[in-house]
Each structure stands twice: as structure tokens, then as C-alpha cells.
């Protein structure tokens, strides 16, 4: 292809890909498939690659995002970015209004808004090309975040159709929908869990709501996560002077033109009677929602009025914010029960008579610990009351004394395993109980061994989580190295068991002994060791045996290990059960060395050279990158020294390192250089 061809072509790809976008997005009404999107895009970034000097600004790859922003710049806003006051009832609704008729003598509507629970943006335009996001900050500058956003699909980076200024700011809300924040939290969770963290350890770690999560993504330094978090943003309102536009409402319609995603359920109500209605229908219906709203935003629709009020220093008198109260609902609770988790932590679980809340029928909640109990003095039987507030799973909020059984006695928390009936533990300074029972207690048994069988450990994909546990209740297994000892005959007489699925066992079990040395150390279910953690401790000790037999120091040698993991590593390696159990492991033939032919240099190009890589690149991303610089024999250091050979600079690599390269002397190398170099 010519390069006249390439600039026709690539323009044809970003024009169709961003309609298709559009459709998808805004619209709901995708016209091609997911994989022929996907295959149009990636032949856009192929010809991009080839012909960087064609991409253009709105090109739809430059929303997967690849920027490393250390520090967000600082930026003024144009427009103080105000907030609104609330209210939380129908007279501080009255209030408002006779407030704004006593100071205008003109007439007057009112738009209602849904008001999204998220995090506030300002988008700024040039020439109709999106240049700049900024957070509300302190509501007078706020942090740059434009590479994150740029990730979020619904927001246009070319506009639609004509008219707009030259430059303007448009402002909006970013959320996380609702079935975006399940599945990220759902992710992490299992993360947490191969980690061997607790149910309390990983209720306080993952996302508490859709909001903190939005939150937290926008400010995240590398904007390719921020993509992985399905983000979007509903736009509420454009700054300054619109030609045309004489209330918010044709305001709004005007941004749905130009391509801005708008709430379709913005509404214009000629008077209170209606926005009352609009309050009480959402307050129903935002259950149904796939996004969170906290309440409804009431604004004078003409723009003539509103000059007439004004601002205060935090808020505009002609908007008011109407806040839903968290959704509650009474409920008997019947009974406390236990969960035991993987690592033997106890979980308390109130047990409720079904309730109708927030959309779900709720039966259980969550007690948190022996101290929750406590403190709430919450016994089985009493009237509870639950609530939903942002998060997910619903609370006990609080407790009926008055309608409490006259016999009713204070819960007494569990003394003992209800599993297996070990007298619970419970360390110094932690809220929760354990079961110490690692060996023998269930569901710690089956805990581990579907942690060791899992995809990224062992992969024994044939073995799912019931036939574990039935493994376990058979009595025919009940360590990891008990998998290596089951024999054809044995599973297939167990129930719901025919010849293909024995086999499938036996042959998944035999594979796995064929499982890398890094993954076998993470499968086998060391505390706070995980994929990466595995990986590190493989490459810097190279076999079982040096990491079982390394103190505190040498293991506090080895990249990314901390104290909490050597100790834990020690521990677990001290453990004399656990020495037994890899030996048995050992013996069955499972790899506990570090596959050196794997991990040798392809070549010695590199060798005695070391190298920093900084910025964004086209042919790799920098993973590929440092990747390909070590199997080739060269070193990867984190920041520039004296004692750096090259400096390959990628995209928007940030103008210190260049400086002090420079300075250095250290030579500054392209990414095509670098190939060059290994070639
Ligand atoms: S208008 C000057 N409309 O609520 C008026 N705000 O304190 C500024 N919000 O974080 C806000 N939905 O980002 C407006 N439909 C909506 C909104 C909305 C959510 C947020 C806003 C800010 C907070 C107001």
C-alpha cells in the first residue's frame, strides 16, 4: 500500500470505527458484530503503525489507553466548579422555590435530572476535537486526567455536525455501571482469595461502591487499566454562551447533537406538582437502572432566570440537589450461622426472612466479626433492620429492641469449628476468628485444593469444585499430593462418574505434572504468594530448595518481596506438614525447578548492556519490551544512572529523562533502534 492509499484507508477506518462507536455506545443499536469492529480496529492500528504521520486526533486507538502519567498536572478551571446544596424533603423542595419567586417576577420551568453517582468531569474542545479532561479538584483547579478519559468510549474526541465554538468546556458525570463494578470486583476477589487473604482482608480491599471505584479508575496511572474498567460519563451541562440556546434543556439537546452522551431522562416540568412526580418515580424506579443515581437534580430551565439568581461561592441558587434516603427495609432475623473460608477465617451471617430491597430479595447480610455482634447486641430472632446504601451486599443497620422476645438472650458466638469442631483462635489485634484446623477442617481442604487445580496454577480443568468436594467427603483425598495417588478404579465407582470423565481426570492430573516450577509454587497455596510474587521468587531462587532454606533476608533479596510475604514464605516452608506434602509432590514428579532452557538468553546481543525503558511504544508495549531486552542477554534498570547504556525513549516520554539521560550521557535510542540493535 502507498502511503496515499494508507492516508485514504486510515481515514475511512477511523471515520466508520467512530460512527460504529457511536452506535454502540450511545445508541444501543450496534450494526456490525464485536469481532468485526475488532478487526477493522486492528487493522486501523496496523496501518498506524506503519504510517504514524496519518493517525489522527480522534483516532479510536488512542482510546485503549498506554500513557504513564506519574503526576496529574494541575489545571485552573475557566468556570468555577460549583456544587449544589441539598435537600432531602418536600418542604426544603418548597423553600427552594419560593425562594427563586420572590426573586424574579418572570416566569419559569424546571428541568429534572437524574443525579448519577459518580465523579464530576470537565471536557474542553478545540476546533470540535476533545483536548483536555479536568477533575473538579477543589472546584478552582483540578488534576488533568485526559489520557484516562480518553479511554471512556461515549465520549466523542471529534464532534458531530457544526456550529460549536471554537472552544468550550462541556461538564459531566464519569460512573462505573453497575454490571462494570460487579465484574471488577468480582476479579478481585478471586485475586485476594488466591492470595490467601480473608473474608474481612478482602472485604476492605475490594471497591465499596460504584463511585469509589470510578473514583479510583480516572486517577489510575496507566491509562490501559483505566480501559479495562468499562468507565462512562452522562454530560449535564455546557459552559458559557451557546448561540441559540435559551435554556438548558435546548442546551442539552445541543451536546446530544454534537455527539455527547445526555441522560434521555431529563425531563422539563412546568411546576413542583411535577417535579414531585418525577422525584417519586425515580425513587421506585432506580432500581432498575444499570447505573447508580443518589438523588435528582432540579434546575431552572432559562438560562434568563438563572442570571437573575446567581451563585453563591459553593452553589448555584437556581439548582437544588434532592437526595434519596438509602433504601431500608425490617426483617426478622432467624438465625446466625458460620462460614468457614480457605484459610479457616470465620464469617458470621445473619440469615433473614426474605425481604424485598433495593430491586433484590434480600435473605442474608453479612455480621462482620464476634464485636459487630456485640456491639449491636444483635440476637437471633429480633427484628433487624437492613439497608443498601451504595454498596452491594446489604448491612444489619440496626435492631428493634422494642419488638425483642421478653426470653430473648444475648448471642453467644461460636467456641468451635462448625465444620469440623476445633476450638476457634483468634490473634492478637484481629477481628476475626480462625478455625486452626488447616489439615483435616473441609472446606480449607477443599479451599486449597481448588486454589491448586485452578487455571493459573495447575490447571486441572477437569476437576470443577463438586467433585472435590466429593473427593473429600469419599475420603479419597485429602492434601494436594492425595491427587497424584488417585488411581482409574477409585473415581470412576464414585457417583455420576462414566469412562470419559475418569479419564479426563486422570489424564488432566497427569499434565499437570508438566506445570512450570513458577506456577507450582504459586498453586500450592503459600500466603500472600501470588502469580507475580511466584514468578519472582522462581527466577531470583531457581528451585524449591534454595527458597525453602532462604532466612528473612535473602528472601527480602528477591524483587517485590516484602516482609509480610518472607515471613509468610518461611512460615510456610517451616511447617513440617508442609515439608511432607512437597515431597510427596516431588516424588509424583511435579516441576520444582526453575525450566532454565525457558528462560535462557536467545541470544548475547545485549550482553553487558543494561537499559531503561520509558514511554509509550507501537511495536511492543514495554512488558514486550524488557522482555526482549533480557533474551537477548541485556539488563532492565528502573531509572536512568551513570551506569545505563541506553535510554530507549518511546512516546510521550517525559522531558526529565531525557534531561538527565542527556546529562549523563547515556544514549537515547527509538524503539526502531532498539530493534535494530537485536536483529
Ligand atoms: S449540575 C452548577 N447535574 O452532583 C451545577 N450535577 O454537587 C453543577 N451530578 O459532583 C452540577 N448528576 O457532578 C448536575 N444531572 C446532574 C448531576 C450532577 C450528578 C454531580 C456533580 C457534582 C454533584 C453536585
Not at 472552544?167 to 471488577?184: T, V, Y
Not at 452522562?234 to 435554556?247: H, R, V
Not at 431529563?266 to 432498575?288: G, H, M, P, T
Not at 511504544?617 to 544512572?641: A, H, M, P, Y
Request: glycine share 6%; hydrophobic share 40%.
Amino acid at each position: 500500500m502507498n502511503s496515499e492509499e494508507a492516508a485514504a484507508r486510515i481515514n475511512y477506518l477511523v471515520k466508520s470505527l467512530n460512527h460504529h462507536n457511536f452506535l454502540y455506545y450511545q445508541q444501543a443499536a450496534p450494526s456490525i458484530s464485536d469481532l468485526e469492529f475488532d478487526q477493522l480496529l486492528a487493522e486501523l492500528q496496523l496501518l498506524e503503525n506503519q504510517f504514524p504521520e496519518f493517525q489522527q486526533p480522534d483516532s479510536p486507538t488512542l482510546r485503549v489507553g498506554g500513557e504513564v502519567t506519574r503526576n496529574f498536572k494541575t489545571v485552573a478551571h475557566d468556570f468555577p466548579f460549583l456544587s449544589l446544596s441539598n435537600s432531602y424533603s418536600r418542604e426544603d423542595l418548597e423553600e427552594f422555590d419560593q425562594r427563586i419567586r420572590k426573586s424574579v417576577n418572570q416566569s419559569f420551568s424546571y428541568v429534572c435530572e437524574l443525579k448519577f453517582d459518580g465523579v464530576a468531569i470537565g471536557l474542553q474542545y478545540e476546533q470540535g476535537l476533545f483536548t483536555k479532561a479536568v477533575t473538579r479538584g477543589d472546584g478552582v483547579q483540578g488534576d488533568e486526567v485526559t489520557a484516562n478519559i480518553k479511554t471512556i468510549q461515549s465520549i466523542p474526541l471529534k464532534l458531530q455536525g457544526s456550529g460549536f465554538p471554537d472552544q468550550f468546556e462541556i461538564r459531566g458525570e464519569i460512573f462505573m455501571p453497575l454490571k462494570s463494578f460487579e465484574s471488577l470486583n468480582k476479579n478481585r476477589r478471586a485475586e485476594l482469595e488466591d492470595l490467601g487473604y480473608d473474608e474481612e482482608q478482602v472485604a476492605e480491599k475490594l471497591f465499596k461502591n460504584p463511585r469509589n471505584a470510578a473514583a479510583g479508575s480516572i486517577k489510575m496511572q496507566e491509562s490501559a487499566e483505566v480501559a479495562k474498567r468499562k468507565l462512562d460519563c452522562f454530560m449535564y451541562a455546557m459552559m458559557g454562551d451557546f448561540p441559540g440556546t435559551e435554556s438548558h434543556y435546548d442546551n442539552l439537546m445541543l451536546a446530544k447533537q454534537w455527539g455527547f452522551k445526555v441522560s434521555e431522562f431529563s425531563k422539563q416540568c412546568a411546576n413542583l406538582d411535577e417535579v414531585y412526580a418525577f422525584i417519586n418515580k425515580w425513587d421506585v424506579d432506580r432500581d432498575q437502572l444499570p447505573f447508580d443515581i443518589d438523588g435528582i437534580v432540579v434546575k431552572v430551565n432559562e438560562y434568563a432566570v438563572q442570571r437573575v439568581l446567581g451563585s453563591t461561592a459553593k452553589s448555584p441558587r437556581w439548582a437544588i440537589a434532592y437526595k434519596f434516603k438509602a433504601r431500608q427495609a425490617k426483617t426478622i432475623l432467624d438465625k446466625i450461622t458460620y462460614q468457614v473460608g480457605r484459610t479457616g477465617s470465620i464469617t458470621p451471617v445473619a440469615n433473614l426472612r426474605a425481604v424485598f430491597l433495593a430491586g433484590t430479595t434480600v435473605k442474608r447480610a453479612s455480621l462482620h466479626n464476634a464485636d459487630f455482634i456485640a456491639e449491636m447486641d444483635i440476637r437471633e430472632g429480633d427484628t433487624v433492620y437492613v439497608e443498601k446504601g451504595g454498596e452491594i451486599i446489604p448491612k444489619v443497620v440496626a435492631v428493634e429492641a422494642s419488638m425483642r422476645d421478653l426470653f430473648s438472650e444475648p448471642h453467644q458466638y461460636i467456641t468451635h469449628c462448625p465444620e469440623c469442631g476445633t476450638e476457634l483462635i483468634r490473634h492478637e489485634g484481629e477481628a476475626n476468628h480462625y478455625c486452626p484446623n488447616d489439615a483435616t477442617c473441609p472446606p480449607q481442604l477443599t479451599g486449597r485444593i481448588s486454589h491448586f487445580v485452578s487455571r493459573k496454577a495447575m490447571d486441572i480443568n477437569s476437576m470443577g469444585e463438586k467433585t472435590i468436594e466429593l473427593l473429600v467427603r469419599e475420603g479419597l483425598v485429602s492434601n494436594v499430593a492425595d491427587l497424584y495417588d488417585l488411581k482409574f478404579e477409585q473415581i470412576i465407582q464414585l457417583e455420576g462418574f462414566k469412562e470419559q470423565s475418569t479419564r479426563n481426570i486422570i489424564e488432566g492430573i497427569e499434565a499437570s505434572k508438566l506445570i512450570p516450577f513458577e506456577r507450582v509454587l504459586f498453586a500450592i497455596g503459600i500466603r500472600y504468594v501470588g502469580e507475580t510474587v511466584a514468578k519472582k521468587l522462581a527466577l531470583h531462587f531457581r528451585n524449591i530448595h534454595a527458597i525453602a532454606h532462604a532466612d528473612v533476608q535473602s528472601l527480602l533479596e528477591a524483587e517485590e518481596i516484602g516482609e509480610i510475604i518472607a515471613k509468610s514464605v518461611q512460615g510456610f516452608f517451616g511447617n513440617q506438614n508442609n515439608q511432607l506434602l512437597l515431597d510427596r509432590l516431588k516424588s509424583a514428579g511435579l516441576q520444582f525447578q526453575l525450566d532454565e532452557e525457558a528462560y535462557k538468553p536467545k541470544s548475547n546481543l545485549l550482553e553487558g548492556k543494561s537499559f531503561v525503558v520509558s514511554g509509550v511504544f507501537s511495536l511492543f508495549s514495554r512488558d514486550e519490551l524488557k522482555k526482549k531486552i533480557e533474551e537477548n542477554g541485556g539488563k532492565v534498570l528502573s531509572g536512568v544512572s551513570a551506569s545505563t547504556s541506553y535510554l530507549v525513549a518511546g512516546e510521550k516520554m517525559g522531558p526529565e529523562k531525557r534531561k538527565k539521560a542527556e546529562k549523563l550521557n547515556v544514549a537515547v535510542i527509538s524503539e526502531q533502534e532498539f530493534v535494530e540493535m537485536i536483529s
